[in-house]
């Protein structure tokens, strides 16, 4: 990520999220509804009672994150165990084969081909694996106890 950041922009950048930037003058009603003093030590508070209000969970059970490749890894740390494989799109986002290893995974590329317009095929297999199902192919399916324990952490 420091190499996306501090690198000299090109004219086509592939390593950006291609959001548009724009001023705060630019967004009706925003200055006046930001607040820029806020502690934000656990995630911005009012956002994460406001989130823990809509999944009718306690506001500790809310993890919130700095940007999407924080975001990425915390849903990993939520969903993948050491040893399970992890399916990861090729050509892709570096940090997420980082993030995987980081938690002891292995990274199974697939790849989404120029000539198919870079379409997701949800039948493809490669190594056993299914897209659909990214657990090591020698492990059992999760149990849906376990699958809702894991949502429920998630949100």
Request: proline share 6%.
């Amino acid at each position: 990520m420091e190499w996306a950041k501090k690198r000299a922009h090109p004219t086509w950048d592939l390593a950006g999220s291609n959001l548009l930037h724009c001023t705060i003058d630019e967004l009706a009603g925003a200055r006046d509804a930001l607040m820029i003093g806020a502690s934000n030590d656990d995630g911005y508070q009012p956002l994460v009672e406001a989130i823990a209000r809509e999944y009718r969970v306690q506001p500790n059970q809310v993890a919130s994150a700095t940007g999407t490749s924080g975001a990425n890894f915390l849903v990993l740390a939520a969903l993948v165990s050491a040893g399970d494989d992890v399916l990861v799109e090729r050509p892709g986002y570096d940090p997420l084969i980082g993030a995987a290893h980081l938690l002891g995974a292995r990274t199974v590329r697939f790849e989404r081909r120029y000539e198919d317009g870079f379409a997701l095929n949800p039948r493809s297999r490669r190594h056993g694996h299914d897209p659909g199902h990214a657990s090591h192919r020698h492990h059992q399916p999760a149990q849906p106890e376990r699958r809702h324990r894991v949502a429920r952490r998630a949100a």
